[in-house]
């Protein structure tokens, strides 16, 4: 109690003041309200599905290696998602098997 005297009217005060800066905000600290909440979780969520999205199509199109460090920087899966599939993969494998049958329709449409 900093070398004041200990006795009741103190004691009383001590924890008064004790117990109004545990319920009264702190200065310089900005306080979240449920808005701000509901919309950070919304938008947390929305994120992280779209950049899963965006990580498993460049995990399809071969690119394993932009894949991993997605994780760890997330705009390589974009950067892996726009470039072209590798020969062999499971998006290379679909896109050759729909140009193959469009250009096989094409030859014996006419």
């Not at 702190?26 to 306080?31: K, L």
């Not at 071969?62 to 899966?77: N, Q, Y």
């Amino acid at each position: 109690m900093d070398g004041c005297r200990y006795d009741r009217a103190s004691r009383s005060v001590a924890l008064e003041t004790f117990s109004n800066a545990q319920s009264s905000k702190r200065p310089g600290r900005a306080s979240v309200s449920t808005n701000d909440l509901v919309l950070f979780t919304l938008f947390g969520c929305v994120y992280l599905a779209v950049a899963l999205a965006i990580g498993v199509e460049t995990y399809k199109r071969g690119r394993k290696v932009l894949f991993a460090a997605g994780f760890i920087m997330p705009p390589l899966w974009l950067v892996g998602a726009i470039a072209p599939a590798k020969k062999g993969s499971t998006h290379g494998r679909q896109q050759s098997k729909t140009s193959q049958s469009a250009h096989h329709e094409s030859s014996h449409g006419h």
